[in-house]
């Protein structure tokens, strides 16, 4: 035993070990017959031994015990029952191995003794039940093929990275050695061979000797990475066209590197495969690059391309592109909304509210006791109190386009009814603003639509005439601009006539005959109740009524709604819209000791000077403002009737402006800006007339936010209609 | 000069007594390309002397084997330089142009 190598030493232990567990496997049986893990245990044994020994070339062990392998993988499946006949056969199977076992262990280059050939006939056939001579011999040479396999794969003379090169004509010329390239990917691995193509060679009478023709295709064998073997030729990228295809066994690799991918979020197709090494940055750029300059309609994608540059190998890009799927889907599920009720998202916007309000309060604690080493923590503070609220805000955010969208049937719909042709474009759907204000802004919307596609658009017939394309085009566009949501609806149509309006205007008295207006103000009277200048009234619109009723919904929401058109060309109604409700950027006043709030984007301007230096007229109740007659409200007269009060010296007026409207607020004092949390009043307050809301401030004293839109509608009423008439159009 | 010939029965043969390199490639291509006519049957060329060889000499070489072919007459390469047998190796190009490389005993590879 002492010339045995270690190796075989080894496989004499195991051997011995595992015949040990067969045994008492075998004889634990006997008592339950149907005992999984002993036959498993039995099963393992014959198993091991036959891969062991065919590692060590005993063929005859391998084909013994490949019989009993199979019989007893049949006893595993339960195809065969194991019996006290079967457990006796296996028990001398036993014996066997080991008896031939070690027969080839003390006599290595012996064949087997004809006896135990016999023997192992013998068993066989009490194994299978079948004849004796039908032995192992084939098998045995199944079974080695079966464990050499692998060693065969990893020689494989294909398995070559794969360079090619091919050198533009100026390579020479710009210093360039292609030799010198090759030169240096040798250090990294062998060249197994190379193939040069010198495919552009003209005739060798007009062939420049400086010009490069070479084209290389190297079969490289190495096991550095692609990124190695192409920083190889980096200096040659300008000069050069490179492409370097993995080997095969790569392949395998780079499968595995895939599966293995991490699933937590949708990478695009280029950046997979650079993660797992199978493409560089640089020929992902490279190929985009082509992919963009290709003007045809039809690009390919980039994984086709990848495939038909010879970059990677089908599958690869295939694996990768199934993987990106499977993510993609995976993180759909995962990132899929969260429904939330909404009256928690409320909760938690009306918290946030009190947040902003504390954070004011504390503000203002600070400032009032010249806490400066508190004050940097109070900055962060309010950063942070800022940017939750813009957060919170947002969740309430929702996409336009869902409303946009609706509108395709309405047109589709309404189109059809009046024997016009019309599609419906839609841009900036993506917009996104607050989900109160989306639902209220689809009823004007739709009226606005019904407009366009009733008045505006002509028939096909018309339009034919008028030199335009026989379908018509309603445009819907939605833009974010400076913190306010812009909605455009617009039209090719016949557009709207200045003579028209001003007509039916005067007749309805909204203006008077000679009265001059801009262009505008006379499309801003469409918006006047009762001014329709269709002639007949179909059932969709044309009553006069709705471009009031659009407006006014518009200007409930702190929105304001313009109008521009080209007489035969079309309309455009652009609507500009807050993105919230909740919290708004307000304008703080003083009056007999009262605060008040105006929204900040209805202020036009404010105006500081001693009472006497104003010409007030008391008993029209309008202020010259520069020479414009202004009705004007005593905020602190308004609000305290009953109040006997004094006038202080200096007062201020802040002209506010609700679409076209302006009125002159009377106030004792101005705060400044101020950001508004809007509470609600409650039912009781709801009607109260001139407020639209309440707000707490930093001081914990509560103000009140004016509607300004009401206001102006007061401070107009006391003021000489003609008067009010003039300064209001 | 770069090369001088020796003219025998159709047999050219010509030591190229400089680098083929991409300094002197157009003079060494006129030089060659004076030797591609109706003539020739066989252009041997002695690299003995070629001390530097790069990408536009050894491009020149295989340029002038596919014009030997094109036009039916033979090229000879005819004692390698080292540099020459460097990149030959390096290329696998022995078998290509199948003249006999004979290595000097005093090789060195560097």
Same mark, same amino acid.
């Given at each position: ?265 949708? %990478?695009? +197709? !280029? $950046? #997979? &495969?650079?993660?797992?090494?199978? /493409?560089?940055?640089?020929? @992902?750029?490279?190929? *985009? ?10 690009? %390919?994608? +980039? !994984? $086709? #391309? &990848?495939?038909?540059?010879?970059? /990677?190998?089908?599958?690869? @890009?295939?694996?990768? *592109? ?10 759909? %599920? ?10 928690? /998202? ?384 | ?110």
């Amino acid at each position: 035993m002492s010339d045995i190598n270690p190796a075989l030493e080894t496989f004499s232990q195991e051997v011995d070990e595992l015949l040990a567990a067969m045994e008492e496997a075998l004889l634990g049986l006997e008592g339950t017959p149907d005992d999984a893990d002993c036959i498993n245990s039995i099963f393992r044994a014959m198993h091991t031994i036959k891969g062991s020994s065919g590692l060590f070339g005993f063929d005859d062990v391998v084909a013994f015990t490949h019989e009993a392998e199979t019989v007893l993988d049949r006893v595993r499946n339960g195809e065969r029952a194991i019996d006290a006949e079967l457990v006796s056969v296996l028990l001398a199977c036993k014996d066997h191995t080991a008896q031939i076992i070690q027969h080839f262990l003390f006599n290595e280059d012996e064949p087997l003794p004809e006896s135990l050939h016999q023997q192992s006939r013998a068993l066989i056939a009490q194994l299978t039940g079948q004849s004796a001579a039908v032995g192992g011999m084939p098998s045995t040479q199944e079974e080695k093929a079966d464990h050499f396999e692998v060693d065969d794969n990893t020689t494989d003379s294909s398995d070559n990275w794969v360079i090619s090169l091919a050198f533009k004509q100026n390579a020479l010329r710009n210093g360039m050695d292609p030799l010198s390239f090759i030169r240096y990917l040798q250090t990294l691995g062998k060249i197994n061979e190379v193939i040069i193509t010198m495919p552009t060679l003209p005739r060798i009478e007009d062939m420049d000797p400086e010009d490069c023709y070479l084209n290389f295709k190297i079969a490289f064998s190495s096991n550095a990475d692609k990124r190695t073997i192409e920083d190889v030729f980096e200096f040659a990228e300008d000069d050069c066209d490179i492409t370097i295809l993995p080997p095969n066994s790569r392949q395998e690799h780079y499968l595995q590197l895939l599966a293995d991918l991490p699933e937590d979020q949708v %990478k695009r +197709l !280029g $950046e #997979m &495969l650079i993660e797992i090494g199978a /493409l560089t940055e640089k020929e @992902v750029a490279h190929t *985009l690059n082509e992919q963009c300059a290709d003007d045809n309609l039809d690009t %390919k994608p +980039l !994984g $086709e #391309m &990848l495939v038909d540059k010879n970059i /990677l190998q089908q599958p690869v @890009v295939e694996q990768a *592109l199934k993987k990106q799927e499977a993510v993609k889907q995976k993180v759909n %599920k995962e990132s899929n909304y969260i429904r939330v009720d909404a009256a928690k /998202l409320g909760y938690l916007i009306n918290l946030v509210g009190e947040l902003v309000i504390s954070g004011a309060a504390m503000r203002l604690m600070v400032d009032k006791h010249g806490l400066s080493d508190v004050d940097d923590v109070a900055s962060t503070m309010s950063h942070l109190v800022e940017d939750i609220r813009d957060t919170a805000l947002q969740l309430r955010m929702v996409q336009i386009g869902e409303t946009f969208t609706r509108f395709q049937r309405v047109v589709h719909d309404v189109s059809k009814e009046l024997g016009k042709q019309i599609q419906l474009q839609i841009t900036g759907g993506e917009s996104e603003l607050d989900k109160t204000v989306v639902e209220k802004i689809n009823d004007p919307l739709t009226h606005l639509v019904r407009n366009s596609l009733d008045h505006g658009i002509e028939t096909p017939a018309e339009r034919l005439r008028a030199g335009k394309p026989e379908k018509g085009t309603i445009q819907l566009n939605a833009y974010h601009d400076s913190g306010r949501i812009v909605i455009q609806i617009s039209d090719d149509g016949k557009g709207l006539d200045p003579e028209k309006i001003v007509a039916k205007a005067v007749a309805k008295g909204l203006v008077k005959q000679d009265q001059v207006l801009s262009k505008s103000e006379i499309y801003h009277l469409i918006f006047e109740p009762g001014l329709s200048t269709k002639e007949e009234a179909s059932n969709l619109s044309g009553r006069g009524v709705g471009m009031d009723v659009v407006k006014r919904n518009i200007e409930a929401l702190r929105g304001s709604v313009s109008v521009d058109s080209e007489l035969g060309q079309g309309t455009t109604v652009t609507i500009h819209l807050p993105l919230t409700l909740a919290i708004i950027d307000g304008f703080m006043v003083e009056a007999q000791k009262e605060r008040y709030i105006i929204p900040l984007s209805m202020v036009e301007e404010c105006v500081e000077m001693n009472s006497d230096e104003w010409q007030i007229d008391d008993t029209q109740h309008y202020v010259n403002l520069r020479g414009q007659v202004l009705p004007y409200l005593r905020l602190g007269d308004f609000f305290h009737k009953n109040k006997k009060h004094t006038h202080t010296q200096r007062e201020s007026l802040v002209v506010v402006r609700f679409g076209e409207a302006k009125a002159g607020f009377v106030v004792d004092e101005l705060h400044g800006e101020n950001q508004t949390v809007i509470k609600p009043l409650g039912k009781l307050f709801e009607n109260l007339n001139g407020i639209g809301g309440a707000t707490v401030l930093g001081s914990g004293d509560v103000a009140l936010i004016l509607d300004v839109q009401g206001l102006i509608q007061h401070a107009k009423k006391q003021v000489n209609p003609t008067l009010a008439l003039s300064s209001s159009v | 000069m770069t090369a001088k010939a020796n003219k025998n029965d159709g047999i050219l043969c010509v030591p190229i007594m400089d680098d083929m390199t991409i300094y002197n490639a157009q003079s060494l291509k006129e030089t060659l390309l004076g030797y591609c006519h109706a003539g020739t049957q066989e252009l041997q060329l002695d690299l003995s002397a070629v001390a530097e060889i790069d990408s536009a000499g050894l491009q020149l070489l295989l340029l002038l084997k596919a014009e030997a072919q094109k036009r039916g007459f033979t090229l000879r390469l005819l004692r390698h330089s080292e540099a020459v047998i460097e990149i030959f190796e390096l290329l696998k190009l022995g078998m290509y142009f199948g003249d006999p490389i004979v290595i000097p005993a005093n090789w060195k590879k560097s």
